[in-house]
Each structure stands twice: as structure tokens, then as C-alpha cells.
């Protein structure tokens, strides 16, 4: 199992920017696709971004597509979610996660992403 936490979470104003950070345990770090999800209240968790192990490829969902950028560093066991022109309705739980096969099996805390109109 691969440990998870995230950070970078916060309160700020439509239009801001703001820069998540997921950090994993695990020596093969650079063998995992990560990806990016979110929950707000009273609604499911829904994908936001995914990358590959190298970082070539990379999938958005429609809704932040042109507004976020996911990336990673593999030597710091990394993996980023840059989020630019943040509207009210981005405010959620941000999870990071790691695919296994078809699946998202490890997840971390989450960190509050809150957006003021």
C-alpha cells in the first residue's frame, strides 16, 4: 500500500490560483499513474485530472480542461495540481490517488479547497 497525503489546500478568490501537492511513499514512484479527484458537498467524487508515470501523458476532466495542470516530480515523489481562474464551483475535498490496473486503489486525506465568489 502507498501512503498519501496532500497539502496546498485553502481559501481563495474566484479567479485565483492555487497549487496542490500530493506526496507518496514507495520506492517505484515513478511506475504510478496518479490522478487527481474531488468531492463537494453532497455530490460523488468525480475525476479531475490524471498522469501517467513518466508525466507524457495526461487527462483532464471537461470541467477544468485549460484551467488545471497536472504534473509530477518523480525524484521528490511527487505529483502537483496547479489550479488557475478557480470558480465557486471548484470548492470541494481534493484527493490525490494512485491507479492500479483499471482501479484507484490508494487515496490519501484530501486537503479543503474552498472558492469565494
Known amino acids: 500500500q502507498v501512503q498519501l497525503v496532500e497539502s496546498g489546500g485553502g481559501l481563495v478568490q474566484a479567479g485565483g490560483s492555487l497549487r496542490l501537492s500530493c506526496a507518496a511513499s514507495?520506492?517505484?514512484?515513478?511506475?504510478?499513474?496518479m490522478g487527481w479527484f474531488r468531492q463537494a458537498p453532497g455530490k460523488e467524487r468525480e475525476f479531475v485530472a490524471g498522469?501517467?508515470?513518466?508525466?507524457?501523458?495526461?487527462y483532464y476532466a471537461d470541467s477544468v480542461k485549460g484551467r488545471f495542470t497536472i504534473s509530477r516530480e518523480n525524484a521528490k515523489n511527487t505529483v502537483y495540481l496547479q489550479m488557475n481562474s478557480l470558480k465557486p464551483e471548484d470548492t470541494a475535498v481534493y484527493y490525490c490517488?494512485?491507479?492500479?490496473?483499471?482501479?484507484?486503489?490508494?487515496w490519501g486525506q484530501g486537503t479543503q479547497v474552498t472558492v469565494s465568489s
Open positions: 490517488a494512485r491507479r492500479v490496473g483499471l482501479r484507484y486503489d490508494d
Open positions: 498522469i501517467s508515470g513518466s508525466g507524457g501523458n495526461t
Open positions: 514507495g520506492r517505484t514512484f515513478s511506475s504510478y499513474n
